[in-house]
């Protein structure tokens, strides 16, 4: 689905995007192939929403151009666009049935009441809302009200759906099941999802791709296991799950950091090194070429299956470790990582 060869369905080719003198986008290219699950990602006003409402064609770019199945769309008008959305606000009219609302956009378009009427059931089949056909949208749970929004978008058949952020509304455990009850949808429609969120770890759970923005330029476009275990910068490395950045340089095959030496096929110079916190373990028998350390135990948070532990080295590098809960950490350890684990970044960019 997501291999090297095949086309891109949606191309978005060096669109920028300004509010008066605020630049929001900044010469952004991205492809999305058909059947694509991808999440566009980053912090608040990281351009996410704005680029979703330019594909939609709520907003207008200054430059650049949006491509749909070989068409040129950010010229045309919304209605003209074979993408439909789903909002953080599900936006149901509370006068209408659940099926009248699915209809709503087929009757519309002029669809046939029996066609549209037949068209809607398929799609509350698909979200599993059959039993619900008739219910207004008050009496729902906002789960169901979810499943709504996204029958009526699907029933028009769009090439590509977005999605603004619709599980922000949800409680943590219902976010956990939507999570589920997406990504199961998007593989059986085969439609190209996109995704906007703030949550990396909602995105890590979706994705085939994760496009992570930082003011308004693409920092990384990944697969999660990519863009987790390879990131391309100290920034990537730090929103996306939790790292250890560290500062050293890298001189005639070794990397350096503090006392630590390792061999490193890296470019000479200076650079930040990225180790997650899951690397870092107690030290057992001795391993070829480990990094072996001491550090006190400063500070420890129980999070069920594993234990979350600031360590502080003698030198004052200050780390955070993921062990196992039942690990003792009440004193001081000699701890290890394996250079392998070490992602060498560029150094760190100072605002």
């Known amino acids: ?13 060096s669109v920028r995007k300004s509010f008066g003198e605020h630049e929001v986008l900044r010469d952004i290219s991205l492809e999305i192939k058909a059947g694509e699950f991808i999440t566009i990602l980053g912090e608040s006003g990281s351009g996410k929403t704005t680029l979703l409402r330019l594909i939609a064609g709520f907003e207008q770019s200054d430059m650049g151009e949006i491509w749909l199945a070989g068409e040129r769309i950010d010229t ?4 003209r666009r074979r993408v439909n959305t789903v909002f953080q606000q599900y ?21 046939a009441a029996g066609d549209a009427r037949e068209r809607a059931g398929q799609a509350l089949a698909l979200v599993k809302m059959e039993g619900r ?40 455990n219902l976010r956990q099941q939507m999570r589920l009850e997406l990504k199961s949808l998007q593989r059986e429609t085969g439609i190209s999802f996109v995704f906007v969120t703030h949550d990396q770890e909602e995105a890590m759970a979706l994705s085939d791709r994760i496009a992570l923005l930082r003011a308004g330029t693409p ?25 250890n950045l560290l500062s050293g340089s890298v001189s005639t095959g070794q990397a350096r950091v503090g006392p630590w030496q390792w061999p490193c096929s890296a470019t000479d110079g200076p650079a930040s090194f990225s180790l997650r916190p899951e690397h870092l373990r107690i030290a057992g028998s001795a391993r070829d070429g ?9 500070d420890q948070a129980f999070q069920g299956a594993v234990r979350i532990v600031a360590l502080e080295t003698p030198d004052g590098q ?25 992602v060498v970044l560029p150094p760190e960019e100072t605002d």
């Open 1 to 13: 689905m997501t291999g090297t060869t095949q086309p891109a369905l949606l191309s978005i080719r």
């Open 76 to 79: 045309v008008p919304p209605y």
């Open 91 to 111: 936006a149901l009219f509370p006068h209408l049935s659940v099926l009248e609302n699915i209809m709503y956009g087929l009757r519309a378009d002029g669809v």
């Open 133 to 172: 056909a008739q219910a207004s949208p008050s009496r729902l749970s906002g789960g169901q009200q979810q499943r709504v929004a996204l029958a009526r978008a699907l029933v028009k058949r769009p090439l590509v759906l977005l999605l603004d952020e619709p599980l922000s509304a949800l409680d943590a």
């Open 219 to 243: 920092e990384q476009v990944a697969t999660p296991e990519e863009i987790y275990n390879r990131p391309a910068t100290a920034y990537t490395a730090r929103f996306i799950g939790q790292t």
């Open 290 to 298: 480990a990094i072996r350390f001491a550090a006190r135990v400063s």
């Open 318 to 342: 200050q780390l955070t470790a993921r062990l196992a809960a039942s690990v003792d950490c009440n004193r001081t350890h000699e701890f290890e990582f394996d250079p392998r684990d070490v």
